[in-house]
């Protein structure tokens, strides 16, 4: 991790195009904040790890979560998505997801807590909350007593580092810093998946180096 730099090499101007593009796209009619390079690594991560559970933290109207559904649908996955966020649960009905409620810097007091034994993998975690330092890190930590050797996590949004403007310097440049502070006392567990992170080039996602795969 010391030889890896958390900057993007996406260009300023294509990130800021993305960046905007990302913020007003929609699936199936669902707000869905998710932009073309990461859908792609997530289809190639799901095509791989075929996980049985994901495990989303942070739902906001749902959009993601349905478009996790459906990409187990279609690549044959028998899995289901759990979706945990502070607020209300939205509108949606499908048997495949699970919306619950919960707090990203407390998931142990979360009804996710009492599911997580019946569980089974492999899992793919998904910290799509706050893009808080404090958030991201809780999430890290709990999730570190549950995944298994080959299971995922996927820090989010790191990329708020590298756009410019108020709102994104009021996050500190968090997720960036708790993948740091966690991977110090875990560097033993866990590797950045680079196959994924460097795939359209070093680092050229939402995600710097936010692609966590456990190997202990």
Known sequence: MKLRRFDSSIPKRALVGLQNG????????????????????????????????????????????????????????DGHVYSVDIAQPPKIDDPRITFLQGDAMALENSSLNDLMESIRGPI???????????ASLAVLNYFHQHLSRGDYI???D????????????????????AVR?????????????????????????????GYLKRVV
């Not at 590797?191 to 359209?200: G, K, M, R, T």
Request: with cysteine.
């Open 22 to 77: 990302s913020l007003r796209y929609t699936y199936r009619g669902v707000t869905f904040r998710k932009n073309p390079l990461d859908i792609a690594l997530y289809m190639k991560l799901l095509h791989e790890l075929k996980p049985m559970a994901i495990i989303e933290i942070g739902t906001l109207h749902g959009g993601s979560a349905l478009w996790f559904a459906d990409q187990l649908s279609t690549f044959g996955i």
């Open 154 to 156: 996927v820090i989010e």
């Open 124 to 134: 793919l975690v998904i910290e799509d909350s706050s893009h808080l330092y404090e």
């Open 181 to 209: 502070k966690f991977l110090d006392k875990h560097h033993s567990d866990y590797e950045i998946d680079a196959s994924i992170c460097d795939f359209f080039g070093q680092n050229y996602t939402f995600n710097p180096n």
């Open 158 to 177: 790191g990329i708020v580092n590298d756009l410019r403007g108020r709102r994104y310097r009021r996050y500190r440049d968090g997720p960036n810093r």
